[in-house]
Nanobody, 125 residues
Framework: LQLVESGGGLVQSGGSLSLSCAVSGSTLTYYAISWFRQVPGKEREGIACSAGVGDKTHYADSVRGRFAVSRDDAENTVYLQMHSLQPEDTAVYYC???????????????????WGQGTQVTVSS
């Protein structure tokens, strides 16, 4: 399974970005695909998480109400819509996948077997 993120870049505070995670090597069926971010010196944080079965999602407090995860199974792509971006959202953003038959959204990095290479998001003040 390969994951490739795209859509990162530089945006002003208050702006929006949309990230894509293109998945190849399998369909998305039974894969939980979540978004993480990481800043230097800190652990990778699950911010927008999904389940392998069903539609349950979970968002970190820091992004709830501003970020939204969605998936297009026909395109084998998962999206992260980000609005009202703030400088503290600056990070490298990763998508990750793991097979899961659970209906619970997975947000902890250790559950995930497959990772993209990451895309930088920089929010200027």
């Amino acid at each position: 399974l390969q994951l490739v993120e795209s859509g990162g870049g530089l945006v002003q505070s208050g702006g929006s970005l949309s990230l894509s995670c293109a998945v190849s090597g399998s369909t998305l069926t039974y894969y939980a695909i979540s978004w993480f971010r990481q800043v230097p010196g800190k652990e990778r944080e699950g911010i927008a998480c999904s389940a392998g079965v069903g539609d349950k999602t979970h968002y970190a407090d820091s992004v709830r109400g501003r970020f939204a995860v969605s998936r297009d199974d026909a395109e084998n792509t998962v999206y992260l819509q980000m609005h009202s971006l703030q400088p503290e959202d600056t990070a490298v953003y990763y998508c990750a996948a793991t097979i899961s038959l659970s209906g619970e959204a997975l947000c902890e990095a250790h559950w995930f077997n497959y990772w993209g290479q990451g895309t930088q998001v920089t929010v200027s003040s």
